[in-house]
């Protein structure tokens, strides 16, 4: 490279410096934007869309630029267009921008004045001059609900007084004359008249429960259906009857009334009970307890609960208990006050072979003997059926068999028996249990062993007989 510099004057040298700020001046100058006022936007169908004035073509705005609209949309957006702008134009009507407060104010009307501002103040006005008259409306109610609080008030005072002349036995004159008592929900209940003389409680049950079920007496639990009768005992031709459920009364009074009973029309109707002389506290009877009730509810439950038919092979509970009689004597019982407690303990040993034993009962005062042993399962009790009917023991032939579910084998003991059974026991205590016990434990045992073999022997003898 050459050293050589071209000389320059003195304003050449400063023209030189400014030239290049005036460069960067005219760089840093910002340029202006214009922006076209008459470009508007609208949000139509979930889209934004522009036009350039009033005839300008309908633009939508896709990934932050502005298209053109297809053909087949541009009629149906303009309406769309057209429509909102008609609108906001009238929305706008009353109203004018105004720049300082950056929103929409009502216009001022003819006489230059501004409309009065909605507060509190014009709202009271507005209602004292066309709104709802609220002193009349809190007047009116108020009154109806002091007329309520008087009825209600002047009910309860009439029941307390009814309550109090029940208490006390009085009644007035309108009760005593009308004397009738109405029960409402609580008895279901029809009246039946023009029956014949003839007729039995058990006909008239069975005529009256062909329209429902004939509810039970909660006390005696028999069906509650009366047959009237005079002071001698005569049927007066009429009766009662209570059914469980209210629409049996109406389906009664349908089927059953002008119906023909033994050559008579009968006639039936619901019933209204009458109170026939004054209250007698004495005749109430006793509420029943919440233990009854509820007894008395699951009666009625089961009565109307829907049960499954029973399999051809069912077999009640009752088979699983066997009934073994000619097992004792009365006499037997009377002389060995232990006798009892050893059958029971002998009873339970020897069925055990035949299936597990749950209970067994030994019904000392009954004359055949009887001792009923309660097996789990039928099977176990055809077993000790099989087993032990026919069966030998001390010379007596056992009978056994499956109860029948009915029979009761208890048998109350007379005072001469309990007198006699007292004795045969004290005579026992005395007597320490049994004579032979009293001696040595020698003597005991030999002759325990020799009665023992003497009962097996005897036993193998009867069978070799039977066989």
């Avoid at 410096?17 to 202006?32: G, I, Q, R, S």
């Avoid at 009768?229 to 469980?244: A, F, H, P, S, T």
């Avoid at 049960?307 to 019982?333: A, G």
């Amino acid at each position: 490279m050459s050293d050589f510099v071209p000389e320059t004057e003195e304003n050449e040298e400063e023209s030189m410096k400014l030239e290049p700020v005036a460069k960067m001046a005219k760089v840093a100058e910002p340029e202006t934007v214009v922006i076209d006022q008459s470009f508007s936007r609208r949000f139509l169908n979930n889209k934004w869309y522009g036009k350039y004035g009033e005839e300008g073509e309908l633009l939508e705005h896709v990934k932050e630029d502005w298209v053109p609209v297809p053909e087949d949309e541009q009629e149906f957006l303009s309406q769309l267009w057209f429509e909102q702008e008609d609108q906001e134009k009238t929305a706008r009507k009353h109203y004018d921008w105004d720049e300082e407060k950056r929103e929409w104010v009502p216009k001022a009307n003819s006489t230059a004045q501004e409309q009065l501002e909605v507060n509190e103040d014009f709202i009271a006005e507005y209602q004292a001059n066309y709104g709802v008259q609220y002193d009349e409306i809190y007047k009116k109610m108020d009154d109806e609900l002091q007329q309520k609080t008087a009825k209600i008030q002047k009910e309860q005072e009439e029941k307390k007084e009814l309550k109090r002349k029940k208490k006390k036995g009085l009644h007035t004159e309108e009760e005593k004359k009308e004397g009738w008592v109405d029960l409402g929900d609580k008895v279901h209940a029809v009246y039946v008249s023009n029956l014949p003389e003839d007729i039995t409680d058990e006909e008239f049950q069975e005529f009256m429960s062909k329209c429902g079920v004939i509810q039970p007496d909660i006390r005696t639990n028999k069906p509650k259906c009366k047959l009237y009768r005079d002071e001698n005992g005569e049927l007066k031709g009429d009766g009662r009857c209570c059914y469980i459920k209210k629409e049996s009364i109406d389906l009664a009074c349908n089927i059953l009334d002008g119906s023909q009973f033994k050559g008579n029309t009968v006639k039936v109707e619901e019933a209204h009970f009458e109170m026939k002389g004054d209250f007698d506290p004495s005749r109430k009877r006793k509420k029943l307890t919440v233990a009854q009730k509820k007894r008395y509810m699951e009666q009625q439950n089961k009565i109307f609960e829907w049960t499954p038919d029973k399999p051809r092979n069912y077999r009640p509970k009752s088979d699983c208990t066997v009934i073994v009689k000619n097992l004792f004597t009365l006499e037997m019982m009377a002389k060995n006050a232990a006798l009892m407690l050893d059958l029971k303990e002998e009873m339970t040993q020897s069925c055990q072979k035949y299936g597990t034993v749950k209970k067994v009962v030994v019904y000392d005062n009954h004359p055949e003997g009887v001792v009923s042993v309660t097996f789990v399962t039928t099977e176990e009790s055809d077993m000790a059926v099989k087993y032990l009917n026919g069966r030998v023991v001390d010379g007596r032939k056992l009978t056994a068999e499956l109860w029948d579910g009915k029979t009761k084998y208890k048998v109350q003991e007379t005072e001469e028996s309990e007198e006699r059974r007292l004795k045969e026991f004290e005579k026992f205590i005395k007597g320490g249990g049994g004579g032979a016990k009293e001696g040595s434990g020698e003597e005991s045992s030999d002759s325990d062993e020799e009665e023992e073999k003497q009962e097996e022997d005897d036993v193998e003898m009867k069978e070799e007989e039977e066989d």
